[in-house]
């Protein structure tokens, strides 16, 4: 696709449930972020891929989160056991080689997740 | 740890004045600010980049500075419009292989 594309938009979940978020970066971009979002906040740092080094997972808040990159193209960020605190909205972006040199992102739209 | 300030939460100007948003950080040394603009329900977009050996650039109506003795930049929006209004984000990282990190962003909004 033209874009990042990220699925579901929505979704609203249990207290207690697993879920699985999932980001298809712009086609050829090597690196891929995860950021949440909290109602009227800033972007919450989660996990950069980039390539195939070791991803920096720094930001996970909790280790009911994580996240995995296939064959250096789509990704999932799971979260186990969910809390109501984790209600936000998720992002992903990614970036090109090129795009390295000014760091230029490129968001989804994000998928809102709402716990119960 | 590093932290991130933009200033007020949101800025209410009178269309056609300048915009001027701050973002000021602590604990951090970063090489590269950027820049992004937000729409209620959308991704963030970015805006412009701007380097630690670089004082000012410029980009149609908009104008960013980058001071790392008062570590600090400065976002300005000239001829500011009613379709100027958002959330604007600035974002930090040293290098090309390191992550970006984000401010809380400032909600402009313009009045016609």
């Known amino acids: 696709g033209a874009g990042v594309s990220q699925s579901p938009s929505n979704k609203v979940t249990e207290k207690g449930k697993d879920v699985e978020l999932r980001c298809d970066p712009i086609s050829g971009h090597t690196a891929l972020y995860w950021y949440r979002q909290s109602l009227g906040q800033g972007l919450e740092f989660l996990i950069y891929?980039?390539?195939?080094?070791?991803?920096?997972k720094s930001g996970l808040p909790s280790d009911r989160f994580s996240a995995e990159r296939t064959g250096g193209s789509v990704s999932t960020l799971t979260i186990q056991r969910t809390q109501q605190e984790d209600s936000a909205v998720y992002l992903c972006?990614?970036?090109?080689?090129?795009?390295?040199?000014?760091?230029?992102?490129?968001f989804g739209e994000g998928s809102r997740l709402t716990v119960l | 740890s590093q932290k991130i300030e933009q200033n007020s939460e949101a800025l209410n100007i009178q269309e056609g004045k300048t915009a001027t948003l701050t973002c000021n950080y602590t604990?951090?040394?970063?090489?590269?600010l950027q820049w992004y603009r937000q729409d209620p329900g959308r991704g963030p977009v970015f805006l412009l980049l701007i380097r630690e050996n670089e004082k000012e650039k410029r980009k149609e109506r908009l104008k960013v500075t980058f001071d790392t003795t008062l570590k600090q930049s400065l976002f300005h929006i000239t001829a500011s419009q009613p379709a100027d209004s958002a959330t604007y984000l600035c974002a930090l990282f040293k290098s090309s292989a390191s992550k970006i990190i984000f401010g809380s962003g400032t909600r402009l909004s313009i009045r016609p």
């Open positions: 972006a990614s970036s090109s080689p090129e795009g390295r040199v000014t760091g230029e992102l490129f």
């Open positions: 604990n951090y040394s970063p090489a590269y």
């Open positions: 891929f980039q390539g195939n080094s070791a991803p920096d």
